[in-house]
């Protein structure tokens, strides 16, 4: 165990993991998951909102096994290492609303940071000017850190809380292996599963799973998080995270060759629109919201698999984000910018601002 504690922390480690999960998405997409999202956590947390009626995007239902295995990787990952700890109580409501502008960002850009690496190794133009926000958005959350900004520290709690997370994914695997491939027509109930548009594009159920458990569980040991490898580039100069997203790219992008799902350009791509100034925000709001609460979405899944009850709270605020951002014409489309999208990412970035201005643990 000592021995493999040590390899995950390595380079080597961060390196085989970013390289696993490039390969792994665009693997995904090859079998049937949307263009240039293999992988997006806040995608697919907002096509679970849509499964559990949060929504009504219809194109945007179903329920994503890939989020169901990263907090089980995690969690398997955690009980076999002597890592789970239920731990809370770290300024909860602040934390969910984090995670609630955090996805409204993401939708207005159409993409997590997974993403936006991903959008960029199949030939994305547009996702540069998202990673540029998004390292704004970070650096901004930085100059909050080193200005004495703080959520509190979080601490032990009842052994239960830490699994109800946990449970609740189990609960979606079970709704998603019962209700998947029945003819739901005329259904009022959920879960609700699309039957076209990027809802209704998977990969197969069980290799969907598999995959998720090990990106889970490597996650989980290595500590991979792209807000954190922008934050301890900027804060302490440190590339150990970063130099993860940097395989998370090469491998995506080797594989995307070997596949021919490689296009380079700005215009025509999938699930993806031009407008650069909502690009840079969208992305700039989550950022600076990922950096207020200490982890990006794929982070806050692997904590809340440890036990993480703080984590579970931004998880459960980004589902809910997804819902108001669908329901209120906030959310973009490949034809652009929602009507609500410009509006509630300002909104989000008063809301940060406040937060990381107000919330200080000295002067």
């Known amino acids: 165990m000592t021995l493999l504690k040590n390899f995950f922390g390595s380079k080597k480690g961060m390196i085989i993991t970013g390289l696993v999960i490039g390969i792994f998405a665009a693997l995904l997409q090859k079998l049937g998951n949307p263009a240039n999202m293999g992988i997006c ?3 697919m947390e907002r096509d679970i909102a849509g499964a559990l009626g949060f929504h009504r995007a219809e194109v945007v239902q179903y329920i994503r096994p890939e989020i169901i295995g990263f907090v089980l990787g995690s969690l398997i990952a955690a009980l076999l290492f002597r890592e789970f700890k239920s731990r ?9 609303m984090l995670g609630f502008f955090a996805m409204v960002g993401a939708l207005v850009f159409l993409g997590c940071p997974w993403r936006a690496l991903l959008r960029l190794a199949g ?7 998202g990673i540029a926000g998004l390292a704004v958005g970070v650096g901004i959350g930085v100059g909050f850190i080193k ?6 520290a979080n601490k032990k709690t009842f052994g239960f809380a830490g699994w109800i997370l946990p449970i609740i994914m189990i609960a979606l695997l079970i709704l998603l292996l019962v209700f998947q491939g029945r003819d739901l027509e005329g259904r009022s109930l959920a879960p609700f599963f699309s039957k076209t548009g990027p809802g209704s594009m998977r990969a197969p159920i069980l290799i969907s799973l598999a995959i998720a458990l090990v990106v889970g569980f490597l996650a989980q040991r290595s500590r991979f998080c792209t807000m954190g490898a922008v934050r301890d580039v900027i804060l302490m100069k440190d590339m150990h995270l970063m130099i993860g997203v940097i395989a998370l790219v090469i491998g995506a992008f080797a594989t995307n060759l070997i596949f021919s799902q490689f296009k380079l350009g700005f215009d025509g791509q ?10 840079f925000g969208g992305m700039l709001l989550s950022g600076l919201a990922f950096a207020l609460a200490g982890g990006c ?4 899944l692997f904590l809340s698999g440890e036990g993480d009850g703080d984590a579970a709270i931004f998880v459960f605020g980004m589902i809910v984000g997804a ?3 669908h329901n209120f014409g906030a959310a973009s489309s490949g034809t652009g ?13 008063i809301f940060c601002l406040i937060i990381g201005l107000t919330m200080r643990s000295k002067a």
């Open 41 to 43: 956590v806040a995608c």
């Open 323 to 325: 819902g108001f951002a």
């Open 297 to 300: 979405p794929g982070r806050q």
């Open 270 to 279: 999938p699930i993806s629109h031009t407008n650069h100034l909502w690009n």
């Open 88 to 96: 809370g109580g770290s300024a909860p409501v602040v934390r969910f």
């Open 147 to 152: 200005s004495g900004y703080s959520l509190g």
């Open 123 to 129: 030939g994305d133009l547009n996702a540069i000017l």
């Open 337 to 349: 910018v929602g009507p609500w999208g410009p509006g509630s990412v300002i909104v989000g970035i």
